[in-house]
């Protein structure tokens, strides 16, 4: 069984930083990508960032310069570095990862992560 872990989450104040942990445990799998999505009170999941191996990534218009997302491969971990953090980015952040194992391909979640920003 393959499971996500994040951490990382917290309080805030506008302007301010916090960086997300991710990391992938269990046996016999592979990552083929990875990423986090954000769900805000009142709407829809949302992508902040993907990444391939850590070498292609996507970004959400909205955390364009702002946001990184870095990837150990040796640690099957991934991270978000979030700057200039502003009162839209309080969501709960959700750790990704499309894994293969025994030549099947899966997308689990993990459990989230409360980032709030406020002053």
């Known amino acids: 069984q393959v499971q996500l872990v994040e951490s990382g989450g917290g309080l805030v104040q506008p302007g301010g930083s916090l960086r997300l942990s991710c990391a992938a445990s269990g046996s016999d799998f592979s990552i083929n990508a990875m990423g986090w999505y954000r769900q805000a009170p009142g709407k829809e999941r949302e992508l902040v960032a993907t990444?391939?191996?850590?070498?292609?990534?996507n970004y959400a218009n909205s955390v364009k310069g702002r946001f990184t997302i870095s990837r150990d491969n040796a640690k099957n971990t991934v991270y978000l570095q979030m700057n200039s953090l502003k009162p839209e980015d309080t969501a709960v952040y959700y750790c990704?990862?499309?894994?293969?194992?025994?030549?099947?391909?899966?997308?689990?979640w993990g459990q989230g992560t409360q980032v709030t920003v406020s002053s």
């Open positions: 990444t391939t191996s850590g070498v292609r990534t």
């Open positions: 990704t990862a499309v894994v293969e194992i025994r030549r099947s391909a899966f997308t689990l």
